[in-house]
């Protein structure tokens, strides 16, 4: 596996495997790597002759005060394991070679960025799509893989690819969680014991909305009091930034449940915030 630092040998390197008519997936991470990113690198292993993942800690997705600091990194731990997921070529730029001093442009999708994780984090989105935008055109894959962990930001990079026709095939992974249920974070390592005690009870509250709407609850409202109240009482150290019932696809609320729904949440505890979400489709009778 090749570790490229300067966006310019990428650039060139990518050049060649278009020439050499290659698939190439791509695999975009901020690093920290743990087995939900290893399982995109698999699956982009499994579709692409060759595999790049990067690691880049975007400056621009994060807010004022937000944890950019504090985000853990450690790109030798990463190397070898995006090395023994199969990755061929590691992309770990600095953020000086990936924006210049006058950096000015942004590439947005509004509509969808203002709901959910965007109602907190008015600026993220936009600094998502303007580094995937930049990456995609360094890399040019035919293929790029996200979590559905970050179910928003999958529904946003679906439509930027769409609008600005990088002509990307867009693939989402499932979650990846520990045995107790908590969803898979680089930022799960900065929990208290305490914390982490009380972490899986965020998967739990979505599970137990899940299982509402299987047995037939139609009333979003009614199943999202009952998960504020498992929260409450399970999850009291953490702070419900957001909690929702929305449609996967447009974001928009559902109040009552006649199609798929998505349980969104976001928690903050001391040090971190949180994200998971669950889909929830009623069994037809
Ligand atoms: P991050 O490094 O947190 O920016 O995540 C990089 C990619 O890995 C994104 O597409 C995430 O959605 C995905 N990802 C993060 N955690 C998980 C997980 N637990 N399961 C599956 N994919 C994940």
Not at 78 to 90: F, W
Not at 97 to 120: D, F, I, K, N, Q
């Amino acid at each position: 596996m090749e570790i490229i630092k300067e966006p310019s040998a990428l650039r060139e390197l990518a050049g060649q495997w278009t020439r050499q008519g290659r698939t190439v997936g791509f695999v975009p991470t901020m690093g920290y790597l743990h087995a939900g990113h290893e399982s995109l690198m698999h699956l982009a292993r499994g579709r692409a002759e060759t595999v790049v993942a990067s690691v880049f800690v975007n400056p621009t997705q994060f807010g004022p005060g937000e944890d950019l600091d504090a985000y853990p990194r450690d790109l030798d731990r990463d190397a070898a394991m995006a090395k023994a997921a199969g990755v061929d070529v590691l992309f770990a730029p600095s953020p000086e070679a990936m924006y210049e001093p006058a950096a000015a442009t942004w590439v947005e999708v509004p509509t969808l960025a203002r709901h959910l994780c965007g109602a907190s984090r008015p600026t993220h989105f936009r600094g998502v799509c303007t580094v995937v935008s930049k990456l995609f055109l360094l890399v040019r894959p035919a293929l790029a893989v996200f979590g559905q962990k970050d179910w928003q930001q999958l529904a946003i990079l679906r439509r930027m690819n769409a609008d600005l026709g990088f002509g990307v095939e867009i693939v989402g992974g499932p979650i990846v969680r520990e045995a107790d249920g908590l969803a898979l974070s680089s930022r799960n390592v900065r929990l208290t014991p305490e914390e982490r005690g009380q972490a899986p009870g965020i998967n739990q509250g979505l599970a137990l909305a899940e299982a509402m709407v299987r047995d037939g609850e139609a009333d979003a409202g009614r199943i999202l009091d009952a998960v504020r109240a498992h929260y409450a009482a399970h999850v009291p150290l953490g702070e419900i930034d957001y909690l929702s019932c929305v449609d996967p696809d447009s974001l928009e609320t559902l109040e009552t449940i006649d199609r798929p729904a998505l349980f969104a949440t976001a928690v903050r505890f001391s040090a971190v915030r949180l994200i998971d979400n669950r889909l929830a489709a009623t069994v037809s009778r």
